[in-house]
């Protein structure tokens, strides 16, 4: 098939908010008689699920301190629920397990799941709380736990299955996806204050009418391709303005695989366990030789998991350093000679899941010593950007929460059709002129 030189939609990203955005965007010019997903084309550099979204660890969630986020995230978990099958996801629930300094919080979000009928249960007081725990698992030992919030939805999926169900699902429905082209730059009506035009590829230019960028740690470049500021202004809480805050950051990602059997990680009644992520400040110490890894507070979060063949999780990232232009995203993921998980990553990971269950002590040497985790580029308050930045150019930055939110592109879809969802209201880019910032919580993660 010839090079598309024109196209009336086009979309950079064949990861979970790009093909999702091109499935429902095919849909509703369908539905509405104004077009199909004839209309509209995804390019990917390298292919699809080659990013951020073919290594994610697959979790889905609605543990958020923020209501927009949890009400997002409630949308996009029926879209899960609705297509579990093709998804290959396992709706096995979420557990938040905390710490007291985190007590209020998770408080917080159990009443306000109620208020938006996601079903969860919460457990305060450390007995209460070790009880509930020894009940789904009879060798759970962690220490400093005064809540647990027990998600019955949510869970995870097989990252790049999903994907790749996406992709079909967009295809049957007429959209095309180039992979291999690589996007050098953006043309403008007149001058780059003007609407978009197009792309210029290495393959040849493409024209479109409207523009989405939905391309995961490479927001980056594209919001410099589309002349935006690389520092911004943000009205903080505190009422004050603070000048030249850089608009990307980037955070190193730690994940991992203990190749242990995923079956020998159950319930006390033989079931699948739920997703189970601990933040506590405990002191943590090796269970290779006894030595104090931390005495701040640290999280975790871990499952079985057949595709990744063991127990896969991960815990907090920390910040890159360097100047966000200076970050070198390619090559990404695991074949990135600079941006993997740290060496301290294993020892520090497998000691906190033998804190937490007995089972897992005395496993370190069946840590996976592969590469493994990434880069995520967050924007100045680690919460999405969701909104048109130019008059016909979309930008979907996740900030690293991109693939739980696989309902985020039905949503996209409408807004660029004229049909704006309050649900990506708070996500607009000009929160941040306007001090409209989403609330903070405990977490020792970025993105809770």
């Not at 759970?140 to 990252?159: C, D, F, M, P, Q």
């Not at 933040?279 to 975790?300: F, Q």
Request: hydrophobic residues 40%.
């Amino acid at each position: 098939m010839a090079f598309p030189e024109s196209v009336p939609y086009l979309i950079i990203g064949a990861g979970i908010h790009g093909l999702s955005t091109a499935l429902h965007l095919a849909r509703q010019l369908k539905a509405s008689g104004r077009g199909s997903g004839r209309d509209v084309l995804i390019v990917d550099k390298g292919g699809i699920a080659a990013g951020a979204s073919g290594i994610a660890c697959g979790v889905v969630r609605n543990n958020y301190y923020q209501p927009a986020m949890r009400e997002l995230m409630a949308h996009s978990v029926s879209h899960w629920e609705r297509h579990a099958v093709a998804f290959q996801y396992n709706p096995v629930g979420y557990m938040q397990v905390s710490c007291e300094s985190m007590h209020q919080d998770v408080a917080q979000i159990h009443t306000e799941q109620k208020a938006i009928g996601y079903e969860s249960t919460f457990i305060e007081g450390a007995d209460d709380c070790d009880r509930y725990m020894k009940d789904l698992f009879s060798d759970w030992r962690a220490k400093g736990i005064t809540s647990v919030l027990h998600e019955k939805k949510g869970g995870y999926a097989h990252n790049a299955a999903a994907i790749y169900a996406l992709a079909r699902m967009a295809e049957e429905q007429d959209v095309r996806i180039l992979t291999g082209v690589t996007v050098k730059g953006m043309t403008f009506a007149n001058g780059s204050s003007s609407a978009v035009t197009g792309v210029e590829t290495d393959r040849g230019d493409i024209a479109c009418d409207y523009l989405v960028v939905a391309a995961g740690p490479w927001a980056r470049d594209f919001w410099t391709m589309a002349d935006m500021p690389e520092t911004i202004s943000v009205k903080g809480r505190d009422g004050q303005v603070h000048d030249n805050v850089p608009m990307w950051t980037f955070w190193q990602l730690e994940e991992g695989v203990l190749r242990v059997d995923p079956e020998s990680f159950k319930t006390n009644q033989g079931a699948k366990p739920p997703v189970v992520h601990v933040d506590t400040d405990a002191p943590l110490y090796s269970d290779v030789d006894g030595s104090l890894i931390t005495d701040k507070m640290w999280g975790i979060y871990y499952k079985p998991d057949t595709n990744f063949g063991g127990i896969q999780g991960g815990a907090m990232p920390y910040p890159v350093t360097k100047p966000a232009r200076d970050v070198a995203i390619d090559p990404y993921g695991p074949a990135s000679p600079e941006f993997v998980s740290s060496p301290e990553f294993a020892h520090m990971w497998v000691s906190a899941l033998a804190f937490c269950n007995a089972r897992f002590s005395g496993t370190m040497g069946k840590y996976h010593r592969e590469p493994s985790g990434g880069v995520g580029c967050f924007t100045p308050d680690s919460f999405p950007v969701f909104d048109t930045i130019r008059e016909n150019l979309y930008l979907i930055a996740d900030s690293n929460h991109g693939y739980k939110m696989i309902g985020v592109g039905e949503l996209v879809a409408q807004s660029i059709l004229g049909t704006p969802s309050s649900l990506l209201t708070p996500f607009r880019f000009n929160r941040y002129a306007t001090g409209d910032l989403h609330p903070v919580s405990n977490s020792p993660y970025p993105w809770s």
